[in-house]
Structure formats: C-alpha cells, structure tokens
C-alpha cells in the first residue's frame, strides 16, 4: 500500500473532547434498496493541507466509530428509514457519477431526533441529506441521516446472526442501561448523551494514500465525544469484538477462541461522532463540495442545521438528542445498503 498521502480538508472543525424490559419492543425495518478503477488523483487533491488531520477516514474505518438548540421544535415521530430519493425531474445526465466505492461489513447506526418542516412528517435530517444530493447534483442520497458508532463490522457472517446479536446484546445493553436509571433516579434518562456540534467538514480521501481506507469526498457535521460517550461505544465495540461467553454470538460461534480474540485487541482510537450530508466520489472535492458551498446550502436550505457552521465560540451550536440505534449491513456501494433492524429508545420510557 502506498505510504505516500494525500488528504485534503476545508473545516469549521474543533476536536473532540474528552424498564421495564417487558416493555420494550425491536421495531425492525428490513427493506430491499432500488436495484473501477482507481481514477487518477487530480491536481487539487495533489498536497497535504497544513495542519489538517489526515488519514481521517481510515480511522473512520476502524471504529466509524451544552444545552438544546434554541427554539427547538417538536421531534419527528421516526418512521422505517426508507432510502433518500432525489428529485426525479432531475436528468442523470446533470449528476455526478454515482460513489464509486464499495464499502464492506455491518455498521452500528445512532439516529437523532428530527425536527419537522412544512408540516409534512419530513424530517430536517431527512429532508437534509435528500437535498444535499440534489443541491450539489450527485449520484445518489445517503440512505438516511445518521451518526455511525461502528463500521464495518466483519466477525459476523450472515444478516440472521448479525440481527441475533443486535436483538440479545445490543438491545439489552440499552434495556439494562434503561433499568438502571430507573433504580437509581425511578426514571429514564438518556440513553445516550445528546451530541453537540463542534462545526461542519468538507474533505476527501483515496484508498492507500497516506494511510486512506476510502475513495470518497464527504461533507458532514462534526460533534464532540465525551467520556460517556467513549464509555458506550466501547461496550457496543465489545458485543462484536471482545464479547464474554455469554453473548448470543458466541453461542452462534462456539469455535470462537482466545486466540482468535487477540486478533480484535481492545478498542484504543477516540470516536469521532459525525452526520454525514452527502458522500461524492474524491474528485468532487474542491469542484462540487467546497467549504463555501457546504456552509451555503446549510444557510439556505437547512437553516435548522446552520448553527453547525457558525465558528464562533460564544454561539451555542447544534444539539441533537439521539432517538434510537440501528443495525445496517454496508456491504457494497451506498445504494446497495439495507437497514436489518432498528430499535426506539422511547420504547423503553413510561
């Protein structure tokens, strides 16, 4: 692999900081999605930007993994995430080449409330990543808007055993963690922190340069972790790769050893929480997604989420409470994605 790099980005980026069981119920969505080679690097992608984070998304790869926004409207009732549809007036001749890269595994998925807008059940993240697809022309919507708390997951081997493990281990970490609360306080509180936006991030990446794992641009909004939140991702880390012996993936997997444990060492690297807008392939970046454009579209068409853009430490940025957890497999290109199971965290309040 090419130990030369390239990464660029264009930033408004500060860096992460430090039941009733009975009751609760796996709302599972399962749907079918609508049924190269290495371009070369372009000129603008051709130098590291000082003082940029690179290699960014090959962390991603490994573990894709303050108070309310004012005048926060009502949450959008979720409904089972259907894939973003652009608008189809809009000739594929005017679009982007759909994202060329194949992604790989099963992902973890947190979803985020969701504000209405114009009194049509459709929600601002939604409606967001929707837009972004259309605004910048490109090949194809992000399938729903989410923050990913683990990517690429490969120590399962079919849907049936990957949904198994999400019902009995994930589902139970949130239904215990519920149950706790209510022993302690007799109420649920959060399940998971809310995220708070810490600014948006334009860049991209090649596959084997400079320590890439990923063809990509992406435009996203970047949010801060916390110890809590660090203390979360590394419990659903443990489920898929340091699970005990009694997890339901290894009843599925008895052959499982210490040996093979090793291979998945405990989780070192920071989360670091995004929501991403839309994806392009990476020679969009600089000619499709700029910064400019990026903070452009968020002022003006998503002016719920333009707080994320202001760079101004006095202003209280974009705070998003997270609503439920979602298992997707991410095998293949982003239309190729398709939701296995989900699960509301409201299920499990009085």
């Known amino acids: 692999m090419d130990s030369s790099s390239t990464f660029v980005s264009s930033s408004t980026y500060a860096p992460s900081v430090p039941m009733r069981a009975q009751q609760a119920e796996i709302m599972l969505a399962g749907f079918m999605p609508p049924s190269s080679a290495q371009p070369n690097i372009p000129i603008h992608l051709s130098t590291y930007t000082p003082g940029e984070d690179f290699g960014r998304l090959a962390k991603l790869a490994m573990e894709f993994g303050l108070t309310r926004i004012r005048n926060q409207k009502k949450q959008v009732r979720k409904r089972i ?23 790989s595994g099963y992902s973890i998925w947190l979803e985020l409330e969701q504000q209405e807008i114009e009194n049509n059940g459709v929600g601002d993240l939604e409606f967001a990543v929707k837009e972004a697809a259309d605004e910048f022309h490109l090949g194809g919507a992000i399938p729903a808007p989410h923050v990913t708390a683990l990517y690429g997951i490969t120590t399962i081997a079919t849907d049936k055993e990957a949904i198994n493990v999400f019902r009995e281990d994930v589902v139970k970490l949130f239904i215990n963690r519920a149950e706790k609360q209510r022993n302690e306080s007799c109420t649920v509180q959060k399940l998971w922190p809310d995220l708070a936006a810490t600014g948006i991030l334009v860049g991209a990446e090649f596959d084997g340069i400079n320590g890439g794992e990923m063809d990509m641009a992406w435009a996203e909004i970047s949010f801060a972790t916390s110890p809590e939140h660090e203390s979360l991702v590394t419990e659903l880390y443990d489920i898929f790769y340091r699970r005990g012996d009694a997890t339901a993936l290894d009843a599925a997997n008895a ?15 920071t989360w670091v929480p995004h929501l991403s807008i839309c994806y392009d392939n990476p020679e969009g970046f600089g000619t499709v997604l700029t910064h400019q454009s990026f903070e452009d579209f968020l002022r003006n068409k998503c002016p719920n989420l333009a707080a994320a853009a202001d760079d101004s430490d006095s202003t209280v940025k974009l705070t998003r409470a997270v609503s439920g957890i979602s298992l997707w497999k991410t095998v293949g290109t982003m239309a190729e994605w398709k939701c296995l199971d989900r699960f509301e965290f409201d299920c499990l309040t009085p």
């Open 81 to 103: 995430p259907t894939l973003a549809i652009t608008n189809s007036q809009q000739s594929s001749r005017d679009r982007q080449p759909a994202l060329r890269y194949r992604f």
């Open 255 to 269: 052959s499982l050893t210490d040996e093979k444990k090793e291979e998945y060492p405990p989780r070192t690297q």
